[in-house]
C-alpha cells in the first residue's frame, strides 16, 4: 500500500464521518467544523488522485486546492457572521428553533 | 513497509481519530480546538504527500485562521450568554448509514481514479514544461498567477464578496467589548514588540520566495492576518464605525491590480490576463496579500474598519 492509498482512504473516512457530524450537529459550530473537516476531506482527495509528477503532486492540483482552502475560509468567516447576527437577533444558536427540544 | 509509510498510516489514523472526536466530542470549546489540531495534521500530511506551498497554505489559513475565526465566533456566543455546551444532538435514524455509504463512494471514486493512467499531456505536466517561459521558479505560483489567472482574480472577488456580506450582517456591533487582554503586563508588550515585527517579515519573506520556493500571496496574506489579529486581541486597533477610503481601497487591492493589468494587456494587443513581466507579478501578488490580510483581520474583529485608539 502507497502512502498516497493510505491518505485517500483517511480522506474517504473524515469525509464520511464529517457527513455524519454535519447530520447529527445541532449547534451550528458543530455544522460549520463538520463542512470544514469534509472540505479538508475533499482537498487532500484531490491531491491524491491527481497523480504525481517528476516535481511531485501535480501542480494544477496544488493551485486548485489552495484556491479551495482561501475559498473555504472566506464562505465559513461568512458563516460565522451569519450565525452571530442571528444569535443576536434570536438567541439561537441552532437551526431547529424552540420545537426541537427532546 | 518503510518508516516512511509507517509514518503515513499513523498520520491518517491521527486525521480519523481526531475528526471522529470532534464529531461525537460533548464539549464544544474542546472540539474547536482538536479542529485546529486536525488542521495542523492535515497540514503535516500535505508537506508528506511533497505539497508544501498547500501544507503552508492549509497550516495557516485552514487551521490557524478557521480556528481564530471559530474560536472568536464561540467566544461571542459565551459573551452573549449561549450555553457552552451544546445541547442534546438528534440522532437520526438514518445518519450513520448515509455518512458511511458517502465515505465509501469517496474510496471508491478515489481508488478507481488511482487505478487510471496518467496521460502524457496533462495539464499539470504542460505547465512544468512551459513554466520556463513564465520566468517563475515555482509552478504553483505560476498556475496561480499565470495559467490560471482568471480563477484566482475571480477569488479575490469572492473574498471580497464574503467581506461585504459580512458588513451587511454585521447589525449593532458592539466594539469595545473584545479585548480584554491587559496590555500593561509584560508579557503581552513583548509578544507585540517581537511578534509582530517576525510576522511581518515572515509575510514579506514568504511573498518574495513565493515566484521560486514555496509561498505566495496566500500563505503570506494569512501570516499577516496572524499579525492583524494580535493587535485586534491586544486592543492595539480598535474597530471602526465606518470603513474610510484607506480600508476600501486596500480591500480591492488584489481585484483591482489584477483586473487592471489583466485588461491593460489588451491595450498592448496582448491577450487578456497576460502579465508583462515580473514587475507585475510582485505587484499583484503584494496588492493580493494585503487585500487577504485586511479582509481577514476585520472579518475577524466583525468590523468595518480598524484604527489606533483614539482618545
Redesign the interface.
Known sequence: ?????????????????????L?????I??K???L??MG??V???I?????????????????L???G??????????A??????M???T?L??L?GHD??? | MTIGVLVDVLLALSLVGLSLQVVTGRALFRDLVLFILFGLLIALSWARLGAPDVALAEAAIGAGLTGALMLMAYRRLAAGGAADVSPARRRPLLALPVAALAGILVAIIGLSAQGVERVPDAAGTLVLQELSATGLGNPITGVLLVFRGLDTMLEMAVLLVALLGAWAVLGAAHPGRLHQVDRETPLVSALLTTVAPVTLLIATHLLLVGTDAPGGAFQAGAVLTGCGVLLVLTGTVRPRAAAGLLTKLLAIAGLAAFALIGVSALALGRAPMTLPGMWAVYLIETAMMLSIALTMTLLFARSRALGPEQR
Open positions: 500500500m502507497t502512502s498516497t492509498t493510505v491518505y485517500l482512504l483517511a480522506a474517504s473516512a473524515v469525509f464520511g464521518i464529517g457527513v455524519y457530524g447530520i447529527v450537529a445541532d449547534h459550530l458543530r460549520l467544523l463538520a470544514n473537516m479538508s476531506a482537498f487532500v482527495f491531491l491524491t488522485v491527481a497523480g504525481v509528477t517528476p516535481e511531485g503532486p501535480d501542480p494544477l492540483a496544488q493551485a486546492v489552495l484556491t482552502i482561501v475559498i473555504a475560509v472566506a464562505a465559513t468567516a461568512f460565522l457572521a451569519l450565525m452571530v447576527r444569535f443576536q437577533e438567541g444558536t441552532s431547529q426541537g427540544d427532546d
